[in-house]
T-cell receptor
Framework: EAGVTQFPSHSVIEKGQTVTLRCDPI?????LYWYRRVMGKEIKFLLH????????ESGMPNNRFLAERTGGTYSTLKVQPAELEDSGVYFC?????????????FGEGSRLTVL | GENVEQHPSTLSVQEGDSAVIKCTYS??????FPWYKQELGKRPQLIID???NVGEKKDQRIAVTLNKTAKHFSLHITETQPEDSAVYFC??????????WGAGTKLIIKP
């Protein structure tokens, strides 16, 4: 069974440009999460989808970040325009059970470097 | 809001020795505490978790202990091996709320 896949694995862009990250969750997992880890710091929650609906987007830093999950399958996270502080590793995870109640299955992450 | 502190940030132990990583949480309503392991260049994976109705859980060489009164929980790895080298993350949540993560511990196993 395929795990959670993320694309791209690494993206280097200049400040002010746009980047779109994609996540394909495990088939059948209704719950999809986006997290971010800045180097050496904790994994920070960004948002949580249940199917195509945003269940909790309290972790989104600002309106430069837009997440979508049309059709309840894959999800995209767009950063526009990117700033230096957006650099980090963006993880996607999916689960069958709801947040905080069971195992999360992570992707390998998308490393974003903003120059 | 909920806060999880994790110590140490880096831990170096001799192969065969034990390693202990500690986390404290702030919200007494937290009731689920997982530990994830991230090997270099790979994805984080759940290695063990504990719920607030038990004080200890063991799975082969790894164990987790929970002290609800003191609001801390620890990961114990015995007889460490080279493949235990990784970054370990603790997390805490209450009910169906989001997981709050620690900053991670880089565990280095010296041959």
């Amino acid at each position: 069974e395929a795990g959670v896949t993320q694309f791209p694995s690494h993206s280097v862009i200049e400040k002010g440009q746009t980047v779109t990250l994609r996540c394909d969750p495990i088939s059948g997992h209704d719950n999809l999460y986006w997290y971010r880890r800045v180097m050496g710091k904790e994994i920070k929650f960004l948002l949580h989808f249940v199917k195509e609906s945003k269940q909790d987007e309290s972790g989104m830093p600002n309106n430069r970040f837009l997440a979508e999950r049309t059709g309840g399958t894959y999800s995209t996270l767009k950063v526009q325009p990117a700033e230096l502080e957006d650099s980090g590793v963006y993880f996607c995870a999916s689960s069958q059970a709801g947040m905080g109640t069971g195992e999360l299955f992570f992707g390998e992450g998308s490393r974003l470097t903003v120059l | 809001g909920e806060n999880v502190e994790q110590h140490p940030s880096t831990l170096s132990v001799q192969e065969g020795d034990s390693a202990v990583i500690k986390c404290t949480y702030s919200d007494s309503a937290s009731n689920y505490f997982p530990w994830y392991k991230q090997e270099l260049g790979k994805r984080p994976q759940l290695i063990i978790d504990i719920r607030s109705n038990v004080g200890e859980k063991k799975d082969q060489r790894i164990a987790v202990t929970l002290n609800k009164t003191a609001k801390h929980f620890s990961l114990h790895i015995t007889e460490t091996q080279p493949e235990d080298s990784a970054v370990y993350f603790c997390a805490a949540s209450k009910g169906n709320y989001q997981l709050i993560w620690g900053a991670g511990t880089k565990l280095i196993i010296k041959p």
